[in-house]
C-alpha cells in the first residue's frame, strides 16, 4: 500500500513540474537539440542508409527525455528516471529492470550488447551517461531490429508507427493486436492509424501510473512522437512538404484524432 502511495505522490509531483514548466517555457525545441543532431544523422545514414525520416529519432528522444523542453532532462545524456523497480538512462532511455531483493531482472543494454556485440563494445551502465554517441547507436541499432522485424507489406508513416510502438511497448502485444484487427471487418493489420491503433488487448486493461495503462501509453506514445513532435523535425531539417509526401504522411494528418 505505502509503495503504490508513493508512485501515485511521485506521479502527481512529476505533474505539477510539467505544468509549471511548461507555463514558462516558450521553446520550440530543446536548448542543446543542435549539439546532438549532427550526431542522431550520421547514425542513422550508417545502419539505415535507405530510412526516411531520420528526424523522426530527434522526435522520439525528446519524447523520452523531455517533461517539458526546458526540463534539465530534455535531450540530455545524462537523463535517468530511477525507481526501486526500474532504471531508464540517456537518450534513449536504456532500461534496466530490478527484482525486489535489488538483483536485475532484465537488462536491455546487455541484451543489445548480446545482439551487436561489435557496434556496443564500449558501452557499460558505468559509462552509459557519458557516452551520448553510443547512447544513440544502441537507440538506432534497437529501433532498427523492430522495423526489419515487421512485415514488408507495412508501409510509410504506418510502417514508422509500428516499429515506435514496438520501441515502448516490445513486439508480443502488437502481434496480438494485429491478429485480433485481421479477424475484425474493416480493419487491415498492416494499417496503424484508425485501424490497429484501436484495437485494445489485455495490456489496456491493468493501471500502470494513475489511470493510464500500458496501452495507453504505447498509443500516446506513437501519436506524440510521429503526429506531434516528427513534424517540426522535418519542418525544421528538411523541405517539409517533400517528405511528407513521400512518406503519405498527409493523408494521415487529414484523419485528425
Known sequence: MLRKLFFIVLII????????????????????????????????????????????????????TCITLCSKRCFNPKARLKTRREEGGGLGQIT???????????????????????????????????RPDLQIKALVLLWRRNYNM????IKGID???????????????????RSICKLRKNCDPNKWFGNVEKI????????????????????HHVRDVIKIRLPKYLERYRDVKQLLNEL???????QGD
Request: glycine share 4%.
Open 248 to 254: 503519405g504522411y498527409e493523408s494521415y494528418s487529414q
Open 13 to 64: 509531483m512529476f505533474f505539477i513540474i510539467d505544468i509549471s514548466h511548461a507555463s514558462i517555457c516558450k521553446r520550440k525545441f530543446p536548448k542543446d537539440v543542435d549539439i546532438y543532431i549532427p550526431m542522431i544523422e550520421s547514425i542513422v545514414y550508417k545502419y539505415m542508409p535507405n530510412f526516411k525520416p531520420w528526424q523522426y529519432f530527434p522526435a522520439l528522444i525528446e519524447h523520452e
Open 159 to 177: 510502417r514508422i508507427a509500428f516499429a515506435d510502438s514496438m520501441y515502448n511497448g516490445g513486439y508480443y502485444w502488437l502481434r496480438i493486436e
Open 96 to 130: 534496466r529492470v530490478f527484482r525486489k531483493n535489488g538483483m536485475v531482472k532484465w537488462d536491455m543494454l546487455a541484451t543489445l550488447k548480446r545482439w551487436y556485440p561489435k557496434e556496443l563494445s564500449g558501452l557499460t551502465w558505468d559509462n552509459l551517461y557519458d
Open 150 to 153: 515487421l512485415p514488408k507489406t
Open 200 to 219: 485494445k488487448s489485455r495490456r489496456a486493461r491493468q493501471k500502470l501510473y494513475g489511470n493510464r495503462t500500458a496501452w495507453d501509453i504505447n498509443r
